[in-house]
T-cell receptor, first 111, second 115 residues
Framework: QKEVEQNSGPLSVPEGAIASLNCTYSDRGSQSFFWYRQYSGKSPELIMSIYSNGDKEDGRFTAQLNKASQYVSLLIRDSQPSDSATYLCAVYSGGYQKVTFGIGTKLQVIP | GAGVSQSPRYKVAKRGQDVALRCDPISGHVSLFWYQQALGQGPEFLTYFQNEAQLDKSGLPSDRFFAERPEGSVSTLKIQRTQQEDSAVYLC?????????????FGEGSWLTVV
């Protein structure tokens, strides 16, 4: 079992819809959770970080964390074609400074 | 500098050749990370530096991989006797200090193709 699991997609949503991206992780002691966006051929870019249970909103993005279920998600409201990218879920479990990434979910927003 | 800078951006190496990949982190950033990203995969951790000290090298795939950061700023990832399975993007990242509570900034990567 991979430490951080994501569906590779592609996930296709129409423009203006809500895109829901999901991630599960295996280490119950994980402390920090990140969502990165990666455009094709580009480097990952941090869009959200979340540390405690519940929701965290930033503009059109909402990150949700449920530590009991070991589940983290990212909602993108009013999806735009420019949101089309691969979204990487990443988890930090403390101790050594190692962040573990999932495979990434490819999102396609259809105009 | 304004961001994490990596060079070369693209490298084609013949199997068996040695390569060196350079990373110039954001000025003042104590923490430096190297990740390997194969096509269609997420980044995989290779190694971590705090200043000049290499505190974690658990992700280096073999003893052909070596990283250094002698003066606590620029880092070099060296791959000896390259193999085809080494073909990947090598991402360098830096943060002010560590992971928790800090943003990790990635460079554009060095794309290595071994032929």
């Amino acid at each position: 079992q991979k430490e951080v699991e994501q569906n590779s997609g592609p996930l296709s949503v129409p423009e203006g819809a809500i895109a829901s991206l999901n991630c599960t992780y295996s280490d119950r002691g994980s402390q920090s959770f990140f969502w990165y966006r990666q455009y094709s051929g580009k480097s990952p870019e941090l869009i959200m970080s979340i540390y405690s249970n519940g929701d965290k909103e930033d503009g059109r993005f909402t990150a949700q964390l449920n530590k009991a279920s070991q589940y983290v998600s990212l909602l993108i409201r009013d999806s735009q074609p420019s949101d089309s990218a691969t979204y990487l879920c990443a988890v930090y479990s403390g101790g050594y400074q190692k962040v573990t990434f999932g495979i990434g979910t490819k999102l396609q927003v259809i105009p | 500098g304004a961001g994490v800078s990596q060079s070369p951006r693209y490298k084609v190496a013949k199997r068996g050749q040695d390569v060196a990949l350079r990373c110039d982190p954001i000025s003042g950033h104590v923490s430096l990370f190297w990740y390997q990203q194969a096509l269609g995969q997420g980044p995989e951790f290779l190694t971590y530096f705090q200043n000049e000290a290499q505190l974690d090298k658990s992700g280096l795939p073999s003893d052909r991989f070596f990283a250094e950061r002698p003066e606590g700023s620029v880092s070099t990832l060296k791959i000896q006797r390259t193999q085809q399975e080494d073909s990947a993007v090598y991402l360098c990242a830096s943060s002010l200090t560590g992971v928790f509570g800090n943003t990790i900034y990635f460079g554009e990567g060095s794309w290595l193709t071994v032929v």
